[in-house]
Nanobody, 121 residues
């Protein structure tokens, strides 16, 4: 069993900062990519940022220069530092991990429960 537990969401004024964390635990042999997605009301879930096992990162155009993704491979944790937040960043943020639960198993996608980020104008 694998669990992804997110923390760090909340309410912040425009221009402010938040830091999200997501810790993966349970049956984990190795983790490939970890990432953050977000879903605003009435919209689809979109990629925010992703980081692979070697540290290479990809960002959505809308967050480039404002958000930074990082990971701690010892703690199986991924972070999202969000600066210069805008009202349009308001959404539920979901953590995702593509990982191998056992040594010879294929990799699977796992999701956290989501954390609300609300940016007031």
């Amino acid at each position: 069993q694998v669990q992804l537990v997110e923390s760090g969401g909340g309410l912040v004024q425009a221009g402010g900062s938040l830091r999200l964390s997501c810790a993966a635990s349970g049956s984990i042999f190795s983790i490939n990519a970890m990432g953050w997605y977000r879903q605003a009301p009435g919209k689809q879930r979109d990629l925010v940022a992703i980081i692979n096992s070697s540290g290479s990162t990809t960002y959505a155009d809308s967050v480039k220069g404002r958000f930074t993704i990082s990971r701690d491979n010892v703690k199986n944790t991924v972070y999202l530092q969000m600066n210069s937040l805008k009202p349009e960043d308001t959404a539920v943020y979901y953590c995702n991990a593509d990982l191998h639960p056992r040594r010879l198993s294929p990799s699977y996608d796992y999701w956290g429960q989501g954390t609300q980020v609300t940016v007031s104008s």
